[in-house]
């Protein structure tokens, strides 16, 4: 287990995770690099199986290779069918944060799965798709170290922001007032220059951005004005 929180790790907070689906992947090192010299820390790695999700990005192989180019916080993202029987792949292979689905194991699995992860030195995170409740993750917000909130339909960058989750911002937000909690919140998907400061407001302290900073013309450029702006928007407690 950690010695110190995710918390503790990441700050201060707010701050971008920035996710590189829909960048260049065949050149993944350069790409890095530049994010890196802009300040970014922490890379969100969409690890997608065809099943669970209707798309295929990278696995194992790739993530490991990347790890040697770079010291940023990866925050792996399992978009799979097959948590409990994948996750150490990824710790192999170099995660600081795995984020499963709540959507693919079962309730009596979940705590069991959260332990095993934990207990290889890495960061737990639970995800939610849009049409499932913050309530389903209730039983395990005390032992989880980040809840994602996908935002959009898991599976493609490029969607548009889903509105109807700005209410489980809220909510958990609340729900950590009241327990006394730590778990990180973080947002994926639809996220961009237009709404991450409300989205930021409601209480999302690691928003996912991709398909804003790869489709313009300078990511660079377009990076650094997201963290220029999270900068401004820190609220750490």
């Keep these: 287990m950690k010695s110190k929180t995710l918390r503790k790790i990441l700050y201060p907070l707010p701050k971008i995770s920035v996710s590189l689906l829909t960048s260049d992947l065949s050149n993944l090192c350069y790409i890095v690099k530049k994010l ?17 999700v209707p798309n295929l990005t990278f696995g194992p192989p790739v993530i490991k290779s990347l790890r040697q180019h770079t010291s940023c916080f990866f925050d792996v993202h399992l978009m799979v069918s097959n948590p409990k029987e994948s996750f150490l792949w990824y710790i192999n292979s170099g995660a600081d944060l795995i984020v499963f689905h709540y959507e693919t194991v079962k309730e009596k699995d979940i705590k069991k799965l959260v332990y095993d992860i934990k207990k290889h030195n890495v960061y737990c995170g639970i995800s939610i798709k849009p049409n499932t409740s913050v309530d389903k993750l209730i039983p395990y917000l005390k032992i989880i170290d980040l809840v994602l909130i996908m935002t959009v339909e898991p599976g493609f960058g490029g969607q548009k922001f889903l509105s109807k989750c700005s209410s489980k911002i809220k909510k958990l937000v609340e729900i950590r007032r009241q327990k006394k909690l730590d778990f990180i919140i973080s947002c994926d998907g639809g996220i961009n220059e237009n709404n991450i400061v409300n989205i930021i407001s409601l209480g999302c302290e690691l928003p996912v951005i991709g398909s804003t900073i790869f489709r313009d013309d300078n990511f660079v450029k377009k990076t650094k004005e997201f963290h220029i702006l999270t900068t401004k928007l820190k609220f750490y407690k």
Excluded: A, S, Y
């Excluded at 890196?36 to 669970?52: C, I, K, Q, S």
């Design 36 to 52: 890196e010299h802009t300040g970014t820390e922490v890379l969100h790695l969409d690890v997608m199986d065809g099943n669970f």
